[in-house]
């Protein structure tokens, strides 16, 4: 079945280490994104990548950071520099024309504990 | 900066009642809309879309939605909820062309209870 993966469901780090979530898509979706959910607040947009070797820093990009080196692969670590990096992290990918976006899929993401 | 707006943060409804989640969003031309549903601790699972046409949508689950372009509304409907409906629910807009191609804006969410 096609779909997006992400890995580890559960994640525990100290205060002061970078920490790598991974996903990955075999639905051939040229476009990744990263997300970070807090309650209460929605999702914010981290990064996003619409074609390999390229990524573009969404709403609240400080403190992570990413690299698209394979079609599959969006790998968001998570470095010392982020505040309060204690948060439910999703992943997504869409199709892209290179205009429209329309509809993303998620995986069923990465619960990251900070202390 | 365009953006998204649902007013209601939690909505509480009795089983077999009907249903009216409201999203509203800033002005842009030709808008892409999606309702998206999330249960806890999982990713997010598409309802419904509307990209052009009837502004009418139907989804999965019994869903649908109606754009009123004059409103710059896409309000998400049920005519009888079940207890399985509980969940948190975004809506998400794409604003085609500008700075915000490739990117979809996301309400805050509505938690919707269901009492038996």
């Known amino acids: 079945d096609g779909g997006i993966t992400q890995s580890p469901k559960y994640l525990f780090r100290k205060e002061g280490q970078n920490v790598t979530l991974s996903c990955e898509q075999n639905?051939?979706?040229?476009?990744m994104y990263w997300y970070r959910q807090d309650p209460g607040q929605g999702l914010r947009l981290i990064y996003y990548?619409?074609?390999?070797?390229?990524?573009q820093k969404g709403d609240i990009a400080e403190g992570y950071s990413v690299s698209r080196e394979k079609k599959e692969s969006f790998p968001l670590t998570v470095t010392s520099a982020q505040k309060n990096p204690t948060a439910f992290y999703l992943c997504?990918?869409?199709?892209?024309?290179?205009?429209?976006?329309?509809?993303?899929?998620f995986g069923p993401g990465t619960r990251l504990t900070v202390t | 900066a365009q953006s998204v707006t649902q007013p209601d943060i939690h909505i509480t409804v009795s089983e077999g009642a009907s249903l009216e989640l409201r999203c509203n969003y800033s002005?842009?031309?030709?808008?892409?809309l999606f309702w998206y549903v999330q249960s806890p601790g999982q990713g997010l699972q598409l309802l419904l879309k509307?990209?052009?046409?009837?502004?009418l949508v139907q989804g999965i689950k019994g869903f649908e939605a109606e754009f009123k372009r004059s409103q710059s509304s896409f309000n998400l409907r049920k005519p009888s909820v079940h207890w399985s409906d509980a969940a948190e629910y975004f809506c998400?807009?794409?604003?085609?062309?500008?700075?915000?191609?490739?990117?979809?804006?996301f309400g805050q969410g509505t938690i919707l209870t269901v009492h038996p």
């Open positions: 990548s619409q074609i390999v070797n390229d990524f």
């Open positions: 997504a990918s869409s199709r892209f024309n290179g205009q429209v976006v329309g509809e993303q899929y």
């Open positions: 639905l051939n979706h040229d476009a």
């Open positions: 002005y842009g031309a030709t808008p892409y």
């Open positions: 509307y990209f052009s046409g009837d502004t």
């Open positions: 998400a807009v794409e604003f085609a062309g500008g700075t915000s191609y490739g990117k979809l804006t």
